[in-house]
């Protein structure tokens, strides 16, 4: 089988096992938006899958990264009553309604996306924390056939790891996955979830404002250069903040329609954040609990207790299934998190603060105009509406900002112009998404539309 049929079956798999998850959950998202969350979600399932043959100490080897890929899109589809009404939707004949503005957008988008799969097909992996972390015990799997491999066996080696093995299993087994189809350096996925990410936001923004607007934002979006930079790059930030803002996007959904398939697809892709890097779990966890009362106010606080809770319990389980499970009964060595880890103290808390957004969102280097728009925008909009507004994508945001703060000052590994840097970029997808949700933004949109159905021919 060719490294090419791999990669287009693979992904056809993957793309069948996030629609039957969504079929099942029955979110009401329309087909642009449900197919790019199908491939973040297949993706999600397929790692899992693969993760637990290994579990079973089936060896890891070509033919079984397509069968775990064969059985993660299978399994949502074997409840076919329920899953094939969402099919036949999908299925049916699409209607078109692109203006000149995205096609120019979607074209130079286009250029992006190529330039960042040339470069990943291209490039070797090189960022330091992928090179002796995420690739390396990829790169070993598939060489020993097994993730409980040399690194972490060789009795050197045991005496002189670095934390960088231990994390990322999500990022970790995609590199396995797509070195085992064949691809030198494993790293085409990156721009393949980037290409998904971008098209949700797109989506999202079109679904939210006038289209020439939207395409605004959204290329603002693109072109911000730290992340711009990192749509072809292994590392964990990326595909972390895939799977983050989505979840959010569908949580604001779920409050807004009364949308509860939208509520439990949010629930995947925060298991999902916590699968891909460890402070997920605290960085979700502050968004939810600071989203009780907003989910408590559109249901009731007994709902919104529960709903939270099953959340937190998935979130749990997909974490311990690496931290806990494959971290005490297989591997041979642990991790020194605990060694890291600094009692919390507010005088550093204030220095990681003052260079946070001193040193890295202030810098327009790594962000561009984003933040100084989103500044103007949210002040202009409150002098005019009087309140601040959208409220539940500034609670994540905010959420956020506390998470990078404590997270920057009670773990010595997190460095504030790295680690946090590279944080942010679940912070900037949301800032935008924010913009498009003020009242001032809104009332744009609607003058635009009702200008552009008002012109003369």
């Known amino acids: 089988m060719t490294t090419t049929l791999s990669l287009v079956l693979t992904l056809v798999l993957q793309l069948a096992s996030g629609l039957g998850v969504i079929a099942l959950l029955r979110p009401r998202v329309t087909r642009s938006a449900a197919i790019p969350t199908a491939v973040l979600v297949g993706m999600f399932m397929h790692t899992v899958v693969l993760f637990l043959f290994a579990l079973a100490s089936v060896e890891i080897t070509r033919s079984v990264g397509m069968i775990t890929a064969v059985i993660a899109g299978a399994l949502p589809n074997l409840f076919w009553p329920r899953v094939v009404q969402s099919y036949k939707q999908w299925l049916r004949t699409p209607t078109w309604s692109l203006s000149l503005a995205d096609i120019v957008t979607l074209g130079f988008a286009a250029y992006l996306a190529y330039a960042a799969f040339w470069a990943a097909w291209y490039w070797p992996v090189t960022p330091f924390d992928a090179v002796v972390g995420i690739d390396l015990v990829a790169k070993t799997a598939v060489e020993d056939h097994t993730l409980v491999n040399r690194v972490f066996t060789d009795p050197f080696l045991s005496q002189h790891l670095s934390n960088q093995p231990f994390y990322a299993p999500f990022a970790m087994l995609l590199q396995v996955i797509y070195r085992l189809m064949g691809y030198a350096h494993g790293q085409l996925w990156v721009p393949i979830v980037a290409v998904c990410f971008m098209w949700i936001t797109w989506v999202e923004l079109r679904r939210m404002l006038h289209h020439v607007l939207a395409n605004v934002l959204w290329l603002l979006l693109l072109l911000t250069p730290e992340m711009l930079g990192y749509t072809y790059l292994v590392q964990t930030d990326y595909l972390n903040a895939a799977m983050f803002v989505p979840g959010v996007l569908l949580l604001w959904r779920a409050l807004r329609d009364d949308d509860r398939g ?93 260079s946070l957004f001193t040193n890295v969102i202030a810098d327009v280097d790594y962000w561009g105009w984003i933040f100084i728009i989103f500044a103007v925008v949210m002040v202009a909009n409150l002098l005019r ?68 159905a008002g012109r003369t021919s």
């Not at 041979?332 to 009692?343: A, E, H, I, M, W």
């Open 385 to 452: 509406a009087r309140k601040l507004e959208p409220v539940l994508p500034l609670v994540w945001i905010g959420a956020l900002l506390v998470g990078f703060i404590l997270i920057g000052t009670i773990f010595s590994a997190a460095i504030v112009e790295q680690t946090l840097r590279r944080g942010i970029f679940k912070l900037v997808p949301l800032i935008v998404v924010a913009v498009a949700g003020t009242q001032l933004l809104q009332t744009a949109s609607r003058y635009l539309t009702n200008w552009e």
């Open 262 to 354: 939208s509520l439990w697809l949010s629930t995947v892709f925060f298991a999902a954040v916590c699968w891909s890097r460890t402070d997920g779990i605290i960085l979700v966890g502050l968004g939810l609990c600071a989203s009780l009362p907003l989910i408590a106010r559109a249901t009731s606080w007994k709902r919104a207790l529960t709903t939270v809770g099953i959340q937190s319990a998935v979130m749990v389980g997909v974490f311990a299934l690496w931290h806990v499970l494959f971290f005490n009964a297989y591997l041979p060595v642990r991790p020194s998190t605990s060694d890291q880890l600094l009692g919390f103290d507010i005088a550093r808390a204030g220095t990681v603060a003052a």
